[in-house]
């Protein structure tokens, strides 16, 4: 299995690398890749980068199982484009992971949503990537509907 993680480019989110390095420590035959944003936080069971270029990024989409992630748009945007199966635990503010509820909101917006997972606490994280690679991921979207669903993130972030 083929594990991306991405926590995006704002702020690390140290709670998820933390819960995936422990989870990928008993899965030796799993390769996990990283982004990792800037943190003082090493990993040692998976491959990570601080950053990475849009193109790479693009490439680890399209080539693991599983992606797992924050609540980051342009992270739910690519899982649309993609088709890959997406697991998210989104960054709670009373932990100072971020500064507003916006990624509860948005994790319960995309709840239920094919090929979508959300979690809500680090205890089910590797049940929900394991459960999740190897299943239909999130439904690609045609060039033609793209801006109908950006429309509809829009939409969202606005209300």
């Known amino acids: 299995m083929k594990v991306f993680l991405t926590v995006g480019s704002m702020l690390p989110f140290d709670r998820l690398v933390k819960a995936v390095d422990a989870w990928a420590r008993d899965r030796p035959d799993?390769?996990?890749?990283?982004?990792?944003?800037?943190?003082?936080?090493?990993?040692?069971?998976?491959?990570?980068?601080?950053?990475?270029?849009?193109?790479?990024?693009?490439?680890?989409?399209?080539?693991?199982?599983?992606?797992?992630?924050h609540a980051g748009m342009g992270t739910v945007i690519t899982a649309f484009e993609t088709g890959r199966p997406l697991v998210v635990l989104p960054r709670q503010p009373e932990l100072q992971e971020v500064t507003s509820n916006h990624q509860v909101a948005t994790a319960k917006w995309l709840d239920g949503r094919p090929g979508i997972r959300i979690v809500d606490s680090v205890d089910e994280l590797g049940a929900a990537i394991c459960e999740s690679a190897g299943t239909q991921g999130v439904s690609r979207i045609e060039s033609g509907t793209r801006s109908t669903l950006i429309s509809a993130i829009r939409e969202f972030i606005a209300s």
Not at 42 to 48: G, L, R, S, W
Not at 51 to 68: G, K, S, W
């Open 30 to 69: 799993t390769h996990v890749f990283a982004q990792i944003g800037e943190t003082s936080l090493h990993p040692a069971h998976f491959e990570f980068r601080s950053m990475i270029t849009p193109a790479e990024y693009r490439q680890q989409f399209e080539t693991c199982d599983v992606v797992v992630s």
